[in-house]
């Protein structure tokens, strides 16, 4: 188990790096970081506190997956938010 967590950390962290490194190329227009998340959602704060200093270099949407018209988010995500999709792509969660 405790293999599969630090695999799972470094996966992680090499998504959130590629991220970083795809925010950082310059595009005329700007990706589409989609964030599933409810409220409260410690995790997810942490995420976009994160984020911050990169937002000018993406449109970030919020998915509160609570919210009945988003069922079909809530049923995929309901144990693993923070997820992130960039520009209608998985990218990770957690």
């Known amino acids: ?6 695999n799972s950390r470094q996966l992680a962290k090499h998504s959130f790096q590629l991220l970083l490194r795809n925010l950082s190329a310059s595009k005329t ?5 989609t ?3 409810k409220d409260p959602c410690p995790l997810c704060d942490e995420a976009k ?15 509160d997956i609570t919210l009945p018209e988003n069922s079909a ?8 938010i923070p997820s992130f999709h960039l520009s209608g792509q ?3 969660m957690h």
């Open 49 to 63: 506190e994160v984020l911050e200093p990169y937002k000018n270099r993406f449109i970030l949407q919020e998915v």
């Open 35 to 37: 964030l599933s998340t």
């Open 29 to 33: 227009v700007l990706p589409v970081l």
């Open 1 to 6: 188990m405790l293999w599969f967590q630090g």
């Open 90 to 92: 998985f990218l990770m």
């Open 73 to 80: 988010w809530y049923d995929r995500y309901k144990f693993d």
